[in-house]
């Protein structure tokens, strides 16, 4: 079987803390890997928000959307567990970036995961090219 491969970066640019929730928890007793997904939403709008931004809709006059999305599985995490997500940005182009998140509690890794996110004009439904401030600041 060929498996997801997420090489991480040398270093991360931002970190959170979530603790996972008993609705995050599968019938198998640990986090479900839909949750995953939710865990990564919530810290890549905590970073948004970190650079200044209140939501992933408002930033510099667009939004963003995400393109797509791996995550690999590393390991199980339970309910009450603290997952650190860290943040990473790659691959920026002049319309999209990534994200790279890890997953962890603590030394024990849970997830690695990669979007794909476009900057966005939904008032005309179409990919724009990223906003200069918004650049410098995920450059920074």
């Known amino acids: 079987m060929a498996r997801v491969k997420i090489e991480l970066p040398e270093h991360f640019i931002f970190e959170t803390a979530i603790q996972v929730r008993i609705s995050d928890i599968n019938y198998g007793g640990h986090l479900g890997n839909d949750s995953v997904l939710s865990l990564i939403h919530e810290a890549r709008f905590q970073y948004f928000n970190s650079?200044?931004?209140?939501?992933?809709?408002?930033?510099?006059?667009?939004?963003?959307?995400?393109?797509?999305?791996?995550?690999?599985?590393?390991?199980?995490?339970?309910?009450?567990?603290?997952?650190?997500v860290q943040i990473a940005v790659a691959e920026i182009s002049r319309k999209s970036f990534e994200l790279i998140y890890l997953l962890s509690t603590g030394q024990k890794e849970i997830a690695r995961a990669k979007t794909g996110i476009a900057m966005f004009d939904y008032k005309e439904g179409k990919v724009v090219s990223l906003p200069e401030v918004f650049l410098s600041k995920i450059k920074a």
């Open 51 to 84: 650079l200044g931004y209140k939501d992933e809709l408002s930033i510099d006059g667009f939004g963003t959307i995400q393109a797509d999305v791996a995550i690999a599985y590393k390991g199980e995490a339970f309910h009450g567990d603290t997952i650190k």
